[in-house]
């Protein structure tokens, strides 16, 4: 473990504790301190040791060190550790001059921050497709050979494309304004003065300051360190943190998680390590996303199955038919238009980049678009208890100084000044209002040194977690102690220490951590400890080792001395948010690392069914035995405690294996690599640096509640294109279908453009848009193409033989020269009302607003067969009354198969 000077005569930057509880001198012995009779038993009386270096140049005298309490050869230990500890001269950093010069030679970190796409990538993504060219050349024929209400379907793609791109600007304009919040900001050291700057803004030869949680932001090399560990494993795939030491190289992308330190910047902008890698993995991007990759296949698959049919009709129309060329052109272009589902594409794009601006009012950031879509289909999200169920702060309530402490240890003289602290210090419990049950005359604390003991810890550690913050707040540091060596909190560990020199001349190391992991078992102090954790309350154990700091066995055979009780602060929107997963059936874990019964006692108080059982993930079957074993006790389980940050990944992993869709919560930096693995990653937006990058959602508001909304906002998406999926596919399946049996019976094409126009935007293009918008709680399900081909071929061959069968009926009834347009009259009849039957069906289930949807096409079709110039316009007049009534018949027939083909894949594929 790397030394770390804390203080030196001067101790400009203390890290220990104030002046409660020194000696004092005097006035019979200069220089001295008075000490009562309160000594104990087993020390023999010594003459005094000659006055040392006061703790403080403001002290009225200086204070002397018991001889008794140090051999000489410690004492020479001891001032030995003192020159070690003299502070090096920090690093000043650039000068602004400096910084000038780099900015104006390009050496700049230059690498866009993850953000959306450019204006100009939207643009092109939504005009410049394959089937937009496709239309495109299709409508220019039109537009020649006209007339121009046979080019209908030309405007409304240019609709649909004006209304794809507006949507995604506006998404755009959302995501980049979030994207800035939740920036990461190095602090950057120039001048001698620490500011926290953009990442676009450090420059070459920064010095850059380090922390728990600190994300690497460019490459460089170590200059300070205290006891800085560094996790490399996004970059190299070790899972073991490294110890940076000066000189030591730092990559970009790495994080820190334990200590802290500083380093120069070496290399920034596209040349650093993860630069390259960094800008394309964090791009605002559509693919990677089973909805995209399915409707691509989808595309595909209807790609090659228009080309042959495209040519059939072609060659039937203008060299078999005998047709008047613009006729026949007319008529081939009405064949090959409604086999692409134009709109499809266009739809997904606009529905998730309306749920980007519905989570963006919500303070939301979706970092992968997909993000939206994958945190639909999780069956599991796995919580992290601290900052998740609970605020990130904490209270003290409780000090218990154990019975058993030995006084003796480094503290002849603590019960002397009780006196001069007790009426204004107490346990941290300051109103009164925080004290666990079982509390005893043990609060407030007997032993002021101990509370100087842990504000020192305090003061040891310069970027403290929650939990030693509650303790710095309770117990304020003491300029009097100085810090001679530090070992910094560590997720792994489950504590810190650090190694003082007391203003009584004394030495002494202590840890402070979980009482569980520093005591062996059997030990009586864990009886307490788990008390006060069934309570759900928070117990740190306050113990004095004997080894050094950087000895690997620092926390064997303790001396437990207290035990640091704190109340942790549930979320109050925690108890819905759990409720609403339930309901949802999608069951949450509690994975955290502290102690499990403290854990299940939290999660009680939400109402998490199974937290009256946690469990101890020291216990849990370990990944060398199989992901099987501990995926089976992950089944089983609700709550888990004393989870490492490799055990949070082995056990997201171990869930994958057995089909679920896990989503993974957290703010610390032991749920990186957790969080990276997760099929989705949520990070609060007041979490470590490095959570926020390798997440997919940060809740920059930092409300647990905002979560239903995203599930809400995926389920809606996947769950309404899927719907949407069907009719489009429906369409492009009777379209494939009527050109094959038209071409191959030589005969002309039912329909005109206009018709098919008229027919997509009632059956489909209308409705599809209210529906892709709809709320939609079904939790997404896999294998997206297989479920929407499974309804939509069925669909599609059904309608579409039903109006071949009224066009073939309708050839034989007319006769004359008019006849081709009553036979395409009463197809259309047929094919509108087998199409709205399609429509009815996927509305499913019906809500007054889905009715009132179906009822309107079906009067807005009604009007265009009653209104005369509708009628011319779209060359619609139904002749009779027996053809028109024959029409709808072979449509019911048709309705009614629908219905028996639908009920039956319902029946042998249930959801």
Request: charge should be negative; charged fraction near 20%.
């Amino acid at each position: 473990m790397t030394e770390r000077a804390r203080a030196g005569t001067e101790d400009p930057v203390p890290s220990g504790v104030g002046e409660r509880g020194g000696w004092k001198p005097t006035d019979g012995e200069p220089g001295g301190r008075e000490r009562d009779d309160r000594e104990p038993a087993d020390r023999e009386p010594a003459e005094r040791a000659e006055p040392a270096e006061p703790a403080e140049p403001t002290e009225p005298a200086e204070p002397v060190e018991p001889a008794e309490l140090a051999e000489p050869a410690e004492r020479a230990t001891r001032a030995e550790a003192a020159a070690r500890a003299e502070p090096a001269e920090p690093a000043p950093g650039l000068t602004p001059a400096e910084v000038a010069e780099r900015v104006a030679r390009g050496e700049v970190n230059d690498v866009p921050v993850r953000s959306s796409r450019s204006v100009g990538e939207i643009v092109r993504a939504n005009i410049f497709t394959r089937f937009n060219a496709i239309i495109g050349v299709l409508f220019a024929i039109i537009l020649v050979v006209g007339p121009i209400q046979d080019g209908l379907f030309g405007f409304v793609i240019v609709a649909n494309t004006g209304i794809g791109i507006v949507q995604e600007l506006r998404a755009k304009r959302t995501l980049d304004k979030l994207a800035v919040i939740g920036e990461a900001q190095p602090t950057v050291r120039r001048d001698g003065t620490a500011s926290r700057i953009s990442t676009s803004e450090v420059v070459l030869d920064d010095v850059i300051e380090l922390g728990p949680g600190d994300k690497v932001v460019v490459d460089g090399d170590v200059v300070e360190t205290d006891g800085l560990e560094i996790d490399e494993s996004l970059l190299t795939g070790e899972a073991d943190p490294v110890v940076k030491k000066p000189g030591d190289p730092v990559m970009s992308g790495s994080f820190v998680v334990a200590g802290g330190g500083a380093f120069t910047a070496t290399r920034v902008g596209r040349q650093a390590y993860a630069a390259q890698l960094a800008e394309e993995a964090s791009r605002f991007t559509l693919v990677h996303s089973e909805l995209r990759t399915g409707i691509s296949r989808i595309l595909k698959y209807v790609t090659w199955m228009m080309i042959p049919t495209a040519l059939g009709l072609i060659l039937s129309h203008l060299l078999t038919l005998g047709l008047p060329g613009d006729a026949a052109i007319r008529r081939m272009v009405a064949g090959i238009v409604p086999m692409i589902p134009e709109g499809l594409v266009l739809l997904t794009s606009v529905a998730f980049a309306i749920g980007v601006i519905r989570l963006g009012r919500k303070q939301c950031l979706v970092q992968e678009l997909p993000a939206i879509e994958g945190l639909a289909r999780v069956d599991v999200v796995c919580l992290d208890k601290t900052g998740t169920l609970t605020e990130g702060g904490m209270d003290v309530c409780d000090l218990r100084i154990l019975n058993d402490t030995d006084d003796t240890d480094g503290n002849t003289d603590a019960d002397d000044h009780t006196d001069e602290t007790t009426d204004d210090d107490t346990d941290g419990n300051t109103d009164g209002s925080c004290v666990a049950e079982g509390s005893t005359d043990q609060a407030p604390a007997r032993d002021p040194y101990i509370r100087q003991v842990l504000g020192a810890l305090g003061g040891a550690d310069p970027r403290p977690n929650a939990s030693l913050q509650a303790v710095i707040d309770a117990y304020p540091a003491e300029r009097s102690w100085r810090c001679t060596r530090s070992l910094p909190f560590s997720s792994a560990r489950k504590y810190s220490g650090a190694s003082f020199s007391d203003p009584y001349g004394e030495s002494s190391t202590w840890l402070l951590g979980a009482p569980d992991v520093l005591l062996s078992a059997g030990d009586p102090t864990l009886t307490e400890a788990d008390e006060l954790n069934a309570q759900g309350l928070r117990v740190l154990l306050l113990a004095r080792v004997t080894r050094e700091l950087d000895d690997p066995e620092v926390a064997r055979d303790v001396r437990p001395t207290a035990l640091v009780v704190l109340e942790q602060r549930l979320r109050p929107d925690a108890p819905d948010t759990l409720r609403y997963f339930a309901e949802q059936r999608v069951h949450a874990k509690v994975i955290s690392g502290d102690n499990a019964v403290s854990v299940g006692a939290v999660a009680g108080k939400l109402g998490l069914p199974g937290a009256d059982a946690p469990v101890d993930a020291r216990e849990l079957p370990q990944l060398s035995a199989g992901r099987d074993a501990l995926g089976v006790a992950l089944d089983e389980g609700t709550v888990f405690g004393r989870v490492t940050p490799r055990q949070k990944r082995d056990m997201v992993g171990a869930l994958q294996s057995r089909g679920h869709a896990v989503a993974m919560t957290g703010d610390g930096v032991n749920d990186v690599l957790a969080l990276k693995d997760a099929d989705i990653g949520v990070s609060m937006g007041s979490g470590s640096e490095a959570t926020r990058a390798v997440a997919q959602i940060v809740l920059l508001n930092n409300s647990f509640a905002t979560l239903p909304s995203v599930v809400a906002e995926g389920r809606r998406v996947i769950g309404n294109i899927t719907r949407v999926a069907t009719l489009f596919l429906t369409k492009t399946v009777y379209s494939v279908l009527l050109a094959i049996l038209v071409a191959c019976c030589q005969i002309p094409y039912p329909y005109l453009p206009r018709h098919l126009t008229l027919l997509s935007t009632l059956t489909i293009g209308v409705p599809a848009f209210f529906l892709a918008l709809a709320p939609n709680k079904e939790r997404a399900r896999p294998h997206f193409v297989r479920r929407v081909m499974r309804y939509a071929i069925p669909s599609g061959l059904i309608t579409g033989l039903a109006a071949f069968a009224t066009y073939l009926l309708a050839r034989a009834y007319y006769t004359g020269p008019g006849s081709l347009a009553a036979e395409t009259s009463a197809a259309t009849l047929t094919l509108f009302l087998t199409a709205l039957w399609v429509l009815a069906i996927i509305a499913r289930p019906y809500t007054w607003w889905r009715i009132v949807l179906v009822l309107t096409m079906a009067v807005a079709f009604l009007v265009v067969l009653a209104t005369p110039w509708l009628q011319a316009f779209f060359d619609l007049r139904l002749v009779g009354t027996t053809m028109p009534w024959a029409a709808v018949g072979i449509a019911l027939v048709a309705s009614a198969l629908l219905e028996l083909t639908w009920r039956r894949i319902a029946h042998r594929f249930p959801a």
